[in-house]
């Protein structure tokens, strides 16, 4: 059975019975339909989150097709539950880009999902259209001022950086010209579109805290100069109100349910390899509000979007995590072993073992912001007991926490070892939260140390717009910002080919982007897009409907 196939056999309980189970007034909750609902911002109480234990749940570097983390976070809240802990799963909302392209979606898989499936794949309750809307509206705010007589502000259209943004994978948008047919229809320049994901708006979306955040956060996004050099906000172009009232429905979190009848929290969805690949602070707080365990994950492996969960996410709303679950497969261990990905499904124990060093990679990342971690193996048909064996004797030897997590085939019955593991390290109480940098230190610093101790790179090298980039960070005031690294997911370099535990490597600064709304900067390394593209045979050949409204193909 596919997953969209396991999701039908499914009886969803009403949104209603899924409130009460998760502990707030059913009559609070803003209901989109019989099984999806907003929850109100009064729910979040920061005391009672700050007793809650917040498990993150990473990888190490994928395959293509990902290795499974969303599905583990799933998996394991079910388990948790069975053991009496009550928990909410708590993660970010699917792209339509992936759910066209090569990654599906993102609602977990087998009997480790959240439903309902087709819905939150699709447009759910609208989140990703709200940004796009804020964020397109500050373009044509720009663009209007540009063309204004009256209200300028003598923008310079050389400098401007804001682009436009679109939650699909078009690669024909990434760099367009706008403006043409004359003079009333603006004044023509160099642009370009983004993915949704990839949005500033995502971003501060995911880390403001309430409304007056939000708004004080989208006044700070920045512009570019005029053209006497001044820069220029968004605030200056009194867009930051309207653009808030679009976000009044999208900054509150989505309520759901898992297979097993679970309350989930699904909020928020920037990518991990450009931008900050978690959920939203808010998510967050309120799944920790109402639960005494709380799972969520982080997009790619440990080296993107856990290593900004804690240094951006953690330390801009002060989240001390007490595990880290590392998703491991046996398929993406040969894969950076160096077997083909044609062979994966073939028992392999040789590169297997080659690939061995990417996991012991990420379990030293995970110990330089002082937070235990337990191996999590994906189980998938193929494995076999030798493969299997491989990993459970190199956790022995590394001292590390290991169970084999049949999620996919058995949900939570098959993740009971691996919730009683996270259990036992929670109660042991050896988390002691540290960022791996302080925000102060200068902007350099900050990409370099994420790039040798993370990365595990020897330098960084800096093209002259990066440098350029540099000064203008300066310029503005803006060294105290942390980084959030654009990189690619298929490395830990950014060299994709470069697969395992690369060494002796450079890591290529190609220029700074500034999210000054959102609180920090983006490095963009290697050849890394914020607009992706279509694979050649993308998922949406295989997605279709029927005169009942019945949906195939997604997964």
Known sequence: MTDLDIAKTVTLKHITQIAEKFGINPNDIEMYGKYKAKIPLKYIDKQKASNSN???????????????????????????????????????????????????????????????????????????????????????????????????????????????????????????????????????????????AASEIMAILCLAQNITDLKARLGNIFIGYTFSKTPIYARDLKAEGAMAALLKDAIKPNLVQTIEGNPAIIHGGPFANIAQGTN????????????????????????????????????????????????????????????????????????????????????????????????????????????????????KHKGVKIALADIWAKGGEGALDLAKQVIEVVETNNADFKPLYDWNTPVMSKIETIAKEIYGAEHVDYTPKAKANLNKISDLGLEKLPVCIAKTQKSLSDNPKLLGRPKDFIITVREIEIASGAGFLIPITGDIMRMPGLPSQPASEHIDINDDGEITGLF
């Open 280 to 395: 939203s602070v808010i998510a967050t707080l309120m799944g920790m509000s109402h639960s005494e365990y709380t799972v969520t994950e982080a997009g790619f492996g440990f080296d993107l979007g856990a290593e900004k969960f804690f240094d951006i996410k953690c330390q801009s709303a002060g989240l001390k995590p007490k595990a880290v679950v590392l998703t491991t497969t046996i398929r993406a261990l040969k894969y950076h072993g160096g077997a083909d990905l044609k062979s994966l499904t073939e028992e392999n124990i040789e590169d297997l073992k080659s690939g061995l060093p990417n996991l012991e990679k990420h379990l030293e990342n995970i110990t330089k912001f002082n937070v235990p971690a337990v191996i999590a193996i994906n189980k998938f048909s193929s494995d076999t007991e030798n493969e299997i064996n491989v990993i459970k004797a190199f956790a």
């Open 54 to 196: 917040l498990i993150l749940v990473s990888a190490i570097s994928p395959t293509p097709a990902g290795e499974g983390k969303t599905t583990m976070s799933i998996g394991l809240s079910e388990g948790l539950n069975r053991l009496n802990k009550k928990t909410t799963v708590v993660l970010r909302e699917p792209s339509l880009g992936p759910v066209f392209g090569i990654k599906g979606g993102a609602t977990g898989g087998g009997y480790s999902q959240v439903l309902p499936m087709e819905d939150i794949n699709l447009h759910f309750t609208g989140d990703f259209s709200a940004i796009e809307k804020a964020h397109n509206l500050l373009s044509a705010i720009i663009d209007n001022n540009i063309q204004s007589k009256t209200n300028s502000l003598q923008l310079d259209p050389r400098t401007i950086s804001w682009k436009r943004v679109m939650d699909l994978n078009d690669r024909a948008l990434r760099r367009i010209i706008v403006g043409l047919g004359g003079i009333t229809s603006g004044i023509p320049r160099e642009t370009g579109f983004d993915i949704t």
